[in-house]
């Protein structure tokens, strides 16, 4: 099991940056793939980004590509999503996940395909 804490989240004017940071406990967190998630009033849980456990391969929902990148660094167990040109229906609560397999490096996208969460991090973006 890997536990997850998420930070950076903020109150930002459209157009702004954030940086979302996501520090994992855990021997195999290098082992897993890492996605973003968001939550919205009302709405869903829904996907926003994800990188293999190698951080070869990245997958983004359509409405971030372009804006959002998801990185990570293995040495620090660290997951981040630089979030540029922000809007105001990126307005959520993101939440850091991993994958419930190990060294898989295909498309994973599911809530149910990730077995830790982390507590979410508030994002507000204002117009």
């Known amino acids: 099991q890997v536990q997850l804490v998420e930070s950076g989240g903020d109150t930002v004017q459209a157009g702004g940056s954030l940086r979302l940071s996501c520090a994992a406990s855990?021997?195999?967190?290098?082992?897993?793939?890492m996605a973003w998630f968001r939550q919205a009033p009302g709405k869903e849980r829904e996907f926003v980004a994800a990188i293999t456990w190698s951080g070869e391969s990245t997958y983004y929902t359509d409405s971030v590509k372009g804006r959002f990148s998801i990185s990570r660094d293995n040495a620090k167990n660290t997951v981040y999503l630089q979030m540029n040109s922000l809007k105001t229906e990126d307005t959520a609560v993101y939440y850091c996940?991993?994958?419930?397999?190990?060294?898989?490096?295909?498309?994973?996208?599911?809530?149910?395909?990730?077995?830790?969460w982390g507590q979410g991090t508030q994002v507000t973006v204002s117009s």
């Open positions: 855990g021997r195999t967190f290098s082992s897993h793939t």
């Open positions: 996940a991993a994958s419930l397999y190990t060294y898989y490096s295909g498309s994973l996208r599911l809530v149910g395909d990730f077995s830790s």
